[in-house]
T-cell receptor, first 115, second 114 residues
Framework: DSGVTQTPKHLITATGQRVTLRCSPR?????VYWYQQSLDQGLQFLIQ???????AKGNILERFSAQQFPDLHSELNLSSLELGDSALYFC??????????????FGSGTRLTVV | AQSVTQLDSQVPVFEEAPVELRCNYS??????LFWYVQYPNQGLQLLLK??????LVKGINGFEAEFNKSQTSFHLRKPSVHISDTAEYFC????????????FGGGTRLMVKP
């Protein structure tokens, strides 16, 4: 158990629907990162939150949004889902920035299948 | 912006043989480098990281990596692999003192055969 909890583990939904993925960071970690892992694109950075504030944005589609709540858990909202959104979505947390030498602790991921 | 290239998408190797997984990075500034491992149906786990100092870094499970600034490389090695090392390995980079997120390479699937 890495200490980062992601729910649900699996999600199957239809095109056009909206889903919410949830992440609880490791105790003491203020940063939460969301990544999308697909076979053709590899690990793509989506967005980072630090202590409730958006800190960095990557290749996140406008149909996707995220937030971090006062208790530091984070949610990634995916709407108007398309078949191409099927992927493994990872949440990671860290106590500080990788640029300061801190690595991430990853959750086990949410596998999203859009049918 | 930084980028990471993992030159081999798959590396098959026999059990107890040595292995090297290659990683090259590109950045205009100093970087920190990381190797992560992903076992089937699991999240990524940190194997080792290079921040500064000795260019040879030792990690968990007998892995080590060598930072080569002139060749902008950070190759991962293990002298003798086990079946249990079968996994996907990711190299990642962050800009030193400025990077607030990791950029990952495309991954290398290590397949250890009996």
């Amino acid at each position: 158990d890495s200490g980062v909890t992601q729910t649900p583990k699996h999600l199957i939904t239809a095109t056009g629907q909206r889903v919410t993925l949830r992440c609880s960071p490791r105790s003491g970690d203020l940063s939460v990162y969301w990544y999308q892992q697909s076979l053709d694109q590899g690990l793509q950075f989506l967005i980072q939150y630090y202590n409730g504030e958006e800190r960095a944005k990557g290749n996140i589609l406008e149909r996707f949004s995220a937030q971090q709540f006062p208790d530091l858990h984070s949610e990634l909202n995916l709407s108007s889902l398309e078949l191409g959104d099927s992927a493994l979505y990872f949440c990671a947390s860290s106590v500080g920035d990788p640029g300061s030498g801190y690595g991430y602790t990853f959750g086990s991921g949410t596998r999203l299948t859009v049918v | 912006a930084q980028s990471v290239t993992q030159l081999d998408s798959q590396v098959p190797v026999f059990e107890e043989a040595p292995v090297e997984l290659r990683c090259n990075y590109s950045s205009s500034v100093s970087v920190y480098l990381f190797w992560y491992v992903q076992y089937p149906n699991q999240g990524l786990q940190l194997l080792l990281k290079y921040l500064s100092g000795s260019t040879l870094v030792k990690g968990i499970n007998g892995f080590e990596a060598e930072f080569n600034k002139s060749q902008t490389s950070f190759h991962l090695r293990k002298p003798s692999v086990h079946i249990s090392d079968t996994a996907e390995y990711f190299c990642a980079v962050s800009e030193n003192n400025a990077g607030n997120m990791l950029t990952f390479g495309g991954g290398t699937r290590l397949m250890v055969k009996p």
